[in-house]
């Protein structure tokens, strides 16, 4: 791989750790390892998994908190690699997916109209363009709110992505535990 897209995809795949791991709603993910190795289909990739000894909340703000997780790649990547690559369309559609089913499945509207409802996909094509619009607008909202939390979250942890994201240039795989390691020394230190 070239070296600037090896360098976007160890920030990109960092940016995903650091937003997972310091996330307030998704307490119950643990990370595998983190890796800027093309692997199958993907140029990197962040393994994750459910600590199921703890109980997994699923409100809104932990829905939030995963769409910020899913943005965090392409927002750290666009941040210190100045690269807004096709690097994050699986990110990107996790992340819409997610926003619409909070709207369209699990009544997470905002909206009196909304609050409650839910919609089958032959529903959402049948409604007239109005109320399309309306979902549509909240869709975007989730995905704009995730987007702040996401840049919220690289912002305050910029020194430690960028050590863990060179670590992951130098070393190519990190994993969990090695990653938690160097979150304790840094923070040790710091």
């Given at each position: 791989m070239p070296e600037k897209e090896k360098r976007a995809t160890a920030y990109h795949e960092t940016g995903h750790y650091i937003v997972a791991v310091k996330s307030k709603h998704r307490k119950n993910i643990k990370?595998?390892?983190?890796?800027n190795l093309?692997?199958?289909?993907?140029?990197?990739?962040?393994?994750?998994?459910y600590d199921t000894e703890q109980y997994a909340v699923t409100s809104k703000e932990y829905f939030i908190d995963y769409i910020a997780v899913c943005l965090a790649g392409r927002i750290a990547e666009k941040k210190f690699t100045n690269l807004n690559s096709t690097g994050a369309a699986n990110d990107l559609e996790k992340a819409n997916d997610i926003a619409k089913a909070m709207i369209m499945d699990w009544g997470f509207s905002d909206k009196p109209l909304n609050i409650n409802r839910q919609y089958?996909?032959?529903?959402?094509?049948?409604?007239?363009?109005?109320?399309?619009?309306?979902?549509?607008?909240?869709?975007?909202d989730l995905i704009n709110e995730g987007t702040q939390r996401a840049e919220a979250i690289i912002d305050e942890n910029e020194e430690l992505l960028k050590l863990i994201a060179e670590k992951l240039l130098e070393e190519e795989i990190l994993t969990g535990e090695e990653l938690e390691?160097?979150?304790?020394?840094?923070?040790?230190?710091k």
């Open positions: 990370i595998s390892c983190v890796s093309p692997m199958s289909w993907w140029l990197g990739v962040t393994m994750y998994y089958s996909n032959m529903d959402y094509y049948l409604m007239p363009e109005s109320k399309k619009e309306t979902i549509d607008s909240e869709i975007q390691v160097i979150c304790k020394d840094y923070k040790q230190n």
